[in-house]
């Protein structure tokens, strides 16, 4: 167990619809990250949030948009759902979010679009 | 990543047997993270490297990262089932405080 824990760990939408996925870090940890893991495109990195302010952005769609609150859990909403949206959601959690930290994993939200 | 390569995509040993899974970079590497990850389960941390020429173990996996930082060997000695998942080096490029993955090593152990 890395500490990094996400709700719903499934979820089956339809097209066009909005979901919210959630992410409580590792106690302590300021820094927090969300990745995509599709099978044609890898593990991608969409955001990261470092004390409740954006941090780094990668290729992460207008569609998609994340937030860290004040008690340092974290959101990704992800609106307008496609069938290529389908793929295994990822928050990670580190303490500093600096260059050397280790970054530990939950154990991710599959969503499925229909 | 192109930037990070893995190889191989993916391998099958006999149990017992020792095998080596490789990262290379085209960029200078200030870490470079291992993860092993279960099909649709979440990455688990092994190990995280930052100096040339650095070296850790971990039981029966070892991981390398070369003098030039630009390319990491991870280790497996005796293979057994339990080491049967997908291997994912992580790439810590300073460059936003993120990882960047590669695509992943396949490994499956047959008894």
């Known amino acids: 167990d890395s500490g990094v824990t996400q709700t719903p760990k499934h979820l089956i939408t339809a097209t066009g619809q909005r979901v919210t996925l959630r992410c409580s870090p590792r106690?302590?940890?300021?820094?927090v990250y969300w990745y995509q893991q599709s099978l044609d495109q890898g593990l991608q990195f969409l955001i990261q949030?470092?004390?409740?302010?954006?941090?780094a952005k990668g290729n992460i769609l207008e569609r998609f948009s994340a937030q860290q609150f004040p008690d340092l859990h974290s959101e990704l909403n992800l609106s307008s759902l496609e069938l290529g949206d389908s793929a295994l959601y990822f928050c990670?959690?580190?303490?500093?979010?600096?260059?050397?930290?280790?970054?530990?994993f939950g154990e991710g939200s599959w969503l499925t679009v229909v | 990543s192109q930037e990070l390569e893995q190889s191989p995509q993916s391998l099958i040993v006999q149990e017992g047997k020792n095998l080596t899974i490789n990262c290379t970079s085209s960029?200078?590497?200030?870490?470079l993270y291992w993860y092993k990850q279960k099909y649709g389960e979440g990455l688990i941390f092994l190990m995280m490297?930052?100096?040339?020429?650095e070296e850790k173990s971990h039981e029966k996996i070892t991981a390398k990262l070369d003098e030039k930082k630009q390319q990491s060997s991870l280790h497996i000695t005796a293979s057994q089932p339990s080491h049967a998942g997908i291997y994912l080096c992580?790439?810590?490029?300073?460059?936003?405080?993120?990882?960047?993955f590669g695509a992943g090593t396949i490994l499956r152990v047959k008894s």
């Open positions: 990670a959690s580190s303490v500093s979010g600096h260059s050397g930290n280790t970054i530990y």
């Open positions: 106690s302590g940890d300021l820094s």
């Open positions: 960029k200078t590497l200030y870490g």
């Open positions: 490297l930052q100096k040339g020429g």
């Open positions: 992580g790439a810590d490029w300073r460059e936003g405080n993120k990882l960047v």
């Open positions: 949030y470092y004390n409740g302010e954006e941090r």
